[in-house]
């Protein structure tokens, strides 16, 4: 009511007010654009400027810069072409950065496509304002940091657009503003490190240019140091193994909080005779370093001793870090070791595997082969000594070995001469002929007629005749219609050894392959009976044959089994040779006869009653 009154009684004072409220609505209008300012909680706007890509763009750079080919698709490939418009392999992948040299001027398209770019170099020397200072810039993270345009100094121009890699700062959502080539960071965090390039533009000779300046932002902790480093290796006072006259490296990795100003430092000392008080520093190889978190930096530092020797062992070394906090310091001391070689770790234990593994094999492969040469040649022997020891005279001995022996030798052979010749030599050799023809111990092996005696009927009739034994014939022995291969087995059962004669008929025969497999039979069954091959033929190189193949044990026993060579066609001391390995090979004690039985049990009744 007051103004109500007021007005209408003084329409000056209703003027003056109009304006006041004009006043206040424009104030409110203007004070947002001084309020503003570069940072505030909103994000900035697309900043607008030249087209990012165009059909053509012209690009300079400055030679030992960082440069990024500017393109959407990553998969594409800008190639460099010639002055005939000729492509050439020299080129860059979209995205990639490289570092720019003076040989990379040209012009450049890119496949499956109508872009054009035309790159220029330029030198450091040929810009007047060039600091290389400049290309790097370190921003504290939680605070605000501005990124200056290189060369910002030098140019009038104030066209200028941000890329932190291929795109837009402008476009990336984050608390900033470009302002007369500066890049203000509102809050700078740690993901503000990368690689940033400022593009100033420009028209020349009625061209559209982009200078491009590349900057290397690293965003580092607000915070001051305030602990000291942390030695990790080695883990606090130490003692490492070492070689004389080998060399040794000291190693000592160090973790350090970041700082601004660098103060920290690694160095290694020889203490003499382990005094600490009278130390020299060590030199080192050159300083590795490594980020481990964005507060926190490792330091690696290595002492080589080129070689060991006594007087390293008596003194310590200490590893002393150091920053703008304080220090911290391990001791190491040297102790003589024993080398260990690892043939000796690993190689004989390997080697033992491998040996064992071979030996399974071979046996499992071998295992008949090495059954038959231990029955054949050990097993046997060690029996006859067993009946010697048990037996005290010879005629106990005897029946100790022979009691269930019913022949010494079981002859198996194949007539190599018609039947009618065979009976007339055997009657050619019966009687007083035959001592006189086989005569000592150098037999002859041709009858009265000059023809050659076959050798079955020869060892036939020497082991009989002239020496005693009792043997056991097929064609004598074997009763006949009975079953053939059960009496075959119980005769080869009842005799001391198998006697085979192979001739080249032999193998063939399926009777006579018949008795060498059960007499190997019996052999791997019962060590009692031994075995000898009398070869008259050349022995075959393999013993498959082509119409009447050879069981696989009769294949495999031929190769170990005890063997003789008949010496056809020779004479004198091969022949003696031959007769007296066959003595010896034959068994020690014969089969007592039925006659000689009965006058053995005669004496023995007469010796008890006297």
């Excluded at 007499?519 to 060590?527: D, E, K, R």
Aim: glycine share 6%; net charge positive; with cysteine.
């Amino acid at each position: 009511m007051f103004y109500q009154n007021r007005s209408s009684d003084n329409p000056c004072y209703t003027i003056q007010m109009y304006r006041m409220q004009t006043g206040y609505i424009l104030f409110f209008f203007v004070f947002p654009i001084f309020s503003e300012g570069c940072c505030v909680k909103n994000y900035q706007h697309t900043k607008k400027g030249p087209p990012v890509y165009t059909a053509k763009q012209r690009y300079r750079v400055v030679e030992g810069e960082k440069f990024i080919m500017p393109c959407t698709d990553k998969k594409v490939k800008w190639s460099k072409v010639t002055k005939d418009q000729e492509r050439q392999n020299e080129g860059f992948d979209c995205g990639s950065v490289f570092l720019i040299k003076t040989k990379h001027s040209g012009n450049y398209t890119l496949l499956s496509s109508e872009m054009f770019l035309h790159l220029q170099v330029l030198r450091e020397r040929h810009l007047p304002c060039y600091k290389a200072e400049e290309g790097g810039v370190m921003l504290r993270v939680g605070a605000g940091g501005k990124i200056p345009c290189p060369g910002l100094t030098c140019t009038n121009s104030t066209d200028f657009t941000w890329y932190k890699g291929n795109r837009r700062v402008s476009e990336q959502h984050r608390a900033s503003c470009e302002k007369n080539g500066l890049l203000h960071l509102c809050t700078v965090s740690h993901y503000d490190t990368g690689l940033y390039f400022c593009d100033k533009h420009f028209i020349e000779q009625g061209l559209q240019w982009t200078f491009r300046r590349a900057v290397n932002v690293t965003a580092i902790p607000y915070e001051k140091a305030n602990d000291s480093p942390r030695i990790t290796s080695p883990h606090g006072n130490t003692t490492e193994e070492v070689e004389l006259g080998g060399p040794h490296t000291l190693t000592c990795q160090v973790h350090f909080p970041f700082e601004i100003n660098f103060s920290a430092q690694v160095q290694w000392y020889n203490n003499y005779r382990g005094n600490t008080d009278n130390k020299t520093l060590l030199h080192t190889e050159s300083q590795q370093r490594q980020k481990v978190t964005f507060k926190e930096f490792m330091v690696t530092e290595r002492a080589l001793i080129q070689q060991v020797t006594e007087l390293h062992l008596n003194n310590t070394y200490t590893c002393i870090a150091t920053n703008s906090v304080g220090n911290r310091s391990v001791t190491v001391k040297l102790k003589r070791t024993i080398k260990v070689k690892w043939p000796s770790l690993v190689g004989y234990p390997v080697a033992g595997l491998l040996l064992v593994a071979g030996l399974v094999i071979v046996l499992h492969v071998k295992w008949l082969e090495l059954q038959l040469i231990y029955m054949s040649r050990f097993q046997h022997g060690k029996a006859d000594d067993g009946a010697k020891e048990c037996c005290s005279d010879e005629s106990s001995r005897g029946r100790g070995l022979t009691k269930e022996k019913d022949f010494d030798v079981f002859l198996s052979y194949v007539w190599t001469t018609p039947c009618a010749e065979a009976s007339a030599t055997l009657s050619s050799l019966s009687g007083p002929h035959l001592k006189d023809y086989l005569s000592a111990l150098d037999l002859s092996f041709e009858g009265e007629s000059g023809n050659q005696t076959p050798p079955e009927v020869l060892i036939y009739k020497v082991l009989e005749d002239l020496w005693g034994y009792r043997l056991c014939l097929l064609e004598r022995d074997m009763l006949p219609g009975g079953a053939f291969t059960n009496d075959v087995v119980h005769a080869l059962r009842r005799s001391q050894i198998l006697i085979c004669v192979i001739s080249d008929d032999y193998l063939s025969n399926s009777d006579a392959v018949f008795v060498l497999e059960s007499g190997i039979q019996v052999l791997l069954q019962s060590s009692a009976l031994k075995i000898l091959l009398i070869w008259t033929s050349k022995r075959p190189t393999s013993f498959i044959q082509p119409y009447s193949p050879l069981p696989s044990v009769v294949q495999r026993a031929l190769k170990v089994l005890p063997s003789l060579d008949w010496p056809s066609g020779k004479a004198g001391r091969a022949t003696s040779n031959f007769w007296r390995s066959l003595r010896k090979a034959l068994p020690k004690h014969r089969v007592m006869s039925v006659t000689n039985s009965l006058i053995s049990q005669h004496r023995s009744a007469l010796d008890k009653t006297i």
